[in-house]
Protein backbone atom coordinates (compact mmCIF):
# COMPACT_ATOMS: atom_id res chain seq x y z
CA UNK A 1 0.00 0.00 0.00
CA UNK A 2 1.40 3.60 -0.98
CA UNK A 3 0.05 6.63 0.23
CA UNK A 4 1.11 9.64 -1.92
CA UNK A 5 0.30 13.02 -3.12
CA UNK A 6 -2.01 12.96 -5.84
CA UNK A 7 -1.44 14.68 -9.48
CA UNK A 8 -2.46 14.47 -12.45
CA UNK A 9 -0.96 11.18 -13.42
CA UNK A 10 -4.24 10.39 -10.85
CA UNK A 11 -6.38 11.87 -13.48
CA UNK A 12 -8.29 8.35 -14.37
CA UNK A 13 -9.33 7.40 -10.67
CA UNK A 14 -11.15 10.59 -10.32
CA UNK A 15 -14.38 8.72 -11.62
CA UNK A 16 -14.24 5.84 -8.91
CA UNK A 17 -13.30 8.62 -6.45
CA UNK A 18 -17.01 10.16 -6.58
CA UNK A 19 -18.56 7.28 -6.79
CA UNK A 20 -17.11 5.80 -3.53
CA UNK A 21 -17.91 8.96 -1.66
CA UNK A 22 -21.57 9.13 -3.41
CA UNK A 23 -22.11 5.23 -2.34
CA UNK A 24 -20.50 5.42 1.42
CA UNK A 25 -23.06 8.60 1.76
CA UNK A 26 -25.92 6.07 0.81
CA UNK A 27 -24.87 3.21 2.99
CA UNK A 28 -24.56 5.41 6.03
CA UNK A 29 -27.78 6.88 5.52
CA UNK A 30 -25.93 10.64 6.58
CA UNK A 31 -25.65 13.85 4.49
CA UNK A 32 -22.16 14.15 2.09
CA UNK A 33 -21.24 17.12 -0.06
CA UNK A 34 -21.19 15.80 -3.47
CA UNK A 35 -17.82 16.16 -5.72
CA UNK A 36 -17.71 16.00 -9.65
CA UNK A 37 -14.48 14.33 -11.41
CA UNK A 38 -13.61 17.85 -12.86
CA UNK A 39 -13.68 19.12 -8.95
CA UNK A 40 -11.45 16.54 -8.31
CA UNK A 41 -9.09 16.85 -10.93
CA UNK A 42 -8.22 20.46 -9.90
CA UNK A 43 -7.43 19.31 -5.96
CA UNK A 44 -5.01 16.39 -8.30
CA UNK A 45 -3.36 19.10 -10.33
CA UNK A 46 -2.99 21.40 -7.36
CA UNK A 47 -1.24 19.03 -5.23
CA UNK A 48 -3.94 19.24 -2.70
CA UNK A 49 -4.38 15.77 -1.91
CA UNK A 50 -3.41 12.55 -1.44
CA UNK A 51 -4.39 8.89 -2.67
CA UNK A 52 -4.07 5.47 -1.66
CA UNK A 53 -3.11 2.73 -4.22
CA UNK A 54 -2.70 -0.96 -3.92
CA UNK A 55 -0.65 -1.07 -7.08
CA UNK A 56 -2.89 0.11 -9.60
CA UNK A 57 -6.15 -0.41 -7.26
CA UNK A 58 -7.87 2.86 -5.61
CA UNK A 59 -8.15 2.12 -1.80
CA UNK A 60 -8.33 5.75 -0.47
CA UNK A 61 -8.46 9.57 -1.13
CA UNK A 62 -8.68 12.99 0.88
CA UNK A 63 -8.25 16.50 -0.52
CA UNK A 64 -7.17 20.05 0.99
CA UNK A 65 -10.11 22.93 0.08
CA UNK A 66 -8.55 26.70 1.16
CA UNK A 67 -10.44 29.09 2.48
CA UNK A 68 -10.53 32.65 3.65
CA UNK A 69 -7.45 34.02 1.72
CA UNK A 70 -5.60 30.79 3.29
CA UNK A 71 -6.16 31.29 6.78
CA UNK A 72 -8.23 28.35 7.01
CA UNK A 73 -7.81 25.10 5.36
CA UNK A 74 -10.13 21.88 5.33
CA UNK A 75 -9.30 18.12 5.20
CA UNK A 76 -12.22 17.01 3.00
CA UNK A 77 -13.53 14.20 0.59
CA UNK A 78 -12.03 11.21 3.07
CA UNK A 79 -12.85 8.08 1.71
CA UNK A 80 -11.34 4.19 1.88
CA UNK A 81 -12.98 1.45 -0.97
CA UNK A 82 -14.61 -1.00 0.67
CA UNK A 83 -12.51 -3.25 -0.25
CA UNK A 84 -9.90 -2.59 1.95
CA UNK A 85 -11.62 -0.77 5.23
CA UNK A 86 -11.27 -1.98 8.76
CA UNK A 87 -7.70 -2.25 8.19
CA UNK A 88 -6.88 0.96 9.61
CA UNK A 89 -6.11 3.42 6.09
CA UNK A 90 -8.39 6.08 6.95
CA UNK A 91 -6.24 7.19 10.10
CA UNK A 92 -3.00 6.76 7.81
CA UNK A 93 -4.57 9.02 4.99
CA UNK A 94 -5.56 11.55 7.59
CA UNK A 95 -2.28 11.70 8.86
CA UNK A 96 -0.87 12.32 5.71
CA UNK A 97 -3.21 15.17 4.12
CA UNK A 98 -2.86 16.43 7.77
CA UNK A 99 0.92 16.66 7.57
CA UNK A 100 0.49 17.67 3.70
CA UNK A 101 -1.81 20.98 4.86
CA UNK A 102 0.75 21.66 7.67
CA UNK A 103 3.52 21.83 5.39
CA UNK A 104 2.01 23.62 2.69
CA UNK A 105 -0.54 26.56 5.03
CA UNK A 106 1.52 26.08 8.00
CA UNK A 107 -0.08 29.54 9.93
CA UNK A 108 -4.09 28.23 8.77
CA UNK A 109 -5.87 26.83 10.90
CA UNK A 110 -7.25 23.29 9.77
CA UNK A 111 -10.82 22.26 10.23
CA UNK A 112 -13.57 19.83 9.30
CA UNK A 113 -17.08 18.68 9.78
CA UNK A 114 -17.92 15.57 10.03
CA UNK A 115 -21.10 13.44 11.57
CA UNK A 116 -18.68 10.57 11.46
CA UNK A 117 -17.38 9.05 15.21
CA UNK A 118 -14.83 7.33 13.45
CA UNK A 119 -13.56 10.32 11.35
CA UNK A 120 -14.41 12.77 14.97
CA UNK A 121 -12.27 10.48 16.50
CA UNK A 122 -8.75 10.19 14.09
CA UNK A 123 -9.35 14.25 14.20
CA UNK A 124 -8.94 14.44 18.25
CA UNK A 125 -6.10 12.67 17.91
CA UNK A 126 -4.49 14.86 15.65
CA UNK A 127 -4.93 17.58 18.02
CA UNK A 128 -8.54 18.68 16.88
CA UNK A 129 -11.04 20.38 19.11
CA UNK A 130 -14.68 20.78 18.77
CA UNK A 131 -16.12 23.69 17.92
CA UNK A 132 -19.35 25.93 17.20
CA UNK A 133 -19.41 26.89 13.84
CA UNK A 134 -18.76 30.53 14.11
CA UNK A 135 -15.08 29.39 15.05
CA UNK A 136 -15.02 28.29 11.11
CA UNK A 137 -14.82 30.04 8.01
CA UNK A 138 -17.06 31.98 7.47
CA UNK A 139 -16.23 32.42 3.60
CA UNK A 140 -19.73 31.35 1.65
CA UNK A 141 -18.36 29.39 -0.83
CA UNK A 142 -17.45 26.79 1.67
CA UNK A 143 -20.98 26.78 2.81
CA UNK A 144 -22.68 26.26 -0.96
CA UNK A 145 -20.08 23.34 -0.83
CA UNK A 146 -22.76 22.04 1.63
CA UNK A 147 -26.12 22.29 -0.94
CA UNK A 148 -25.97 18.78 -2.47
CA UNK A 149 -25.99 17.49 1.34
CA UNK A 150 -29.19 16.12 2.16
CA UNK A 151 -29.25 17.85 5.35
CA UNK A 152 -28.95 21.78 4.12
CA UNK A 153 -32.20 22.41 4.99
CA UNK A 154 -30.88 22.58 8.41
CA UNK A 155 -28.13 24.48 7.87
CA UNK A 156 -29.95 27.19 6.46
CA UNK A 157 -32.78 27.16 9.28
CA UNK A 158 -30.20 27.74 11.93
CA UNK A 159 -28.12 30.53 9.72
CA UNK A 160 -25.23 28.28 9.63
CA UNK A 161 -25.00 28.16 13.51
CA UNK A 162 -25.16 24.03 13.80
CA UNK A 163 -26.18 21.01 11.79
CA UNK A 164 -26.33 17.39 12.23
CA UNK A 165 -22.75 17.73 11.39
CA UNK A 166 -20.09 18.71 14.15
CA UNK A 167 -17.25 21.03 13.62
CA UNK A 168 -13.42 20.34 14.68
CA UNK A 169 -10.77 22.78 14.21
CA UNK A 170 -6.90 22.49 15.33
CA UNK A 171 -5.22 25.63 15.54
CA UNK A 172 -1.64 26.06 15.62
CA UNK A 173 -1.05 29.40 17.52
CA UNK A 174 -3.48 27.37 20.19
CA UNK A 175 -1.03 24.32 19.70
CA UNK A 176 1.94 27.02 19.95
CA UNK A 177 0.51 28.42 23.29
CA UNK A 178 -0.18 25.30 24.87
CA UNK A 179 3.36 24.05 24.44
CA UNK A 180 4.45 27.67 25.50
CA UNK A 181 2.95 27.11 28.44
CA UNK A 182 3.64 23.49 29.28
CA UNK A 183 7.33 24.29 28.84
CA UNK A 184 6.72 27.21 31.31
CA UNK A 185 5.84 24.94 33.59
CA UNK A 186 8.44 22.48 33.40
CA UNK A 187 11.04 25.04 33.54
CA UNK A 188 9.37 26.59 36.75
CA UNK A 189 9.45 23.28 38.34
CA UNK A 190 12.75 22.86 37.22
CA UNK A 191 14.25 25.82 38.46
CA UNK A 192 12.33 25.48 41.86
CA UNK A 193 14.28 22.10 42.16
CA UNK A 194 17.28 23.52 41.26
CA UNK A 195 16.94 26.10 43.56
CA UNK A 196 16.37 23.61 46.65
CA UNK A 197 19.18 22.15 45.65
CA UNK A 198 21.75 25.21 45.60
CA UNK A 199 19.85 26.03 48.70
CA UNK A 200 20.23 23.06 50.42
CA UNK A 201 24.30 22.82 49.38
CA UNK A 202 24.53 26.66 50.43
CA UNK A 203 23.43 25.70 53.92
CA UNK A 204 25.71 22.77 53.91
CA UNK A 205 28.22 24.66 53.23
CA UNK A 206 27.60 27.25 56.22
CA UNK A 207 27.38 24.55 58.79
Request: hydrophobic letters at 35%; a positive charge.
Amino acid sequence: MEIVIANEAHFKYAPIICDTIAESAKVRGTGIAKRTPEYIHKKLENGNAVIALDGDKFAGFCYIEVWGNKGFVANSGLIVHPDYRGQGLAKKIKQRIFDLSREKFPNAKIFGITTGLAVMKINYELGYKPVTFSELTDDPEFWKGCQTCKNFDILTRTEQRMCLCTGMLHDPDAKAKEETSRKEKINGKAFKRLKSIKESLFLKKRK
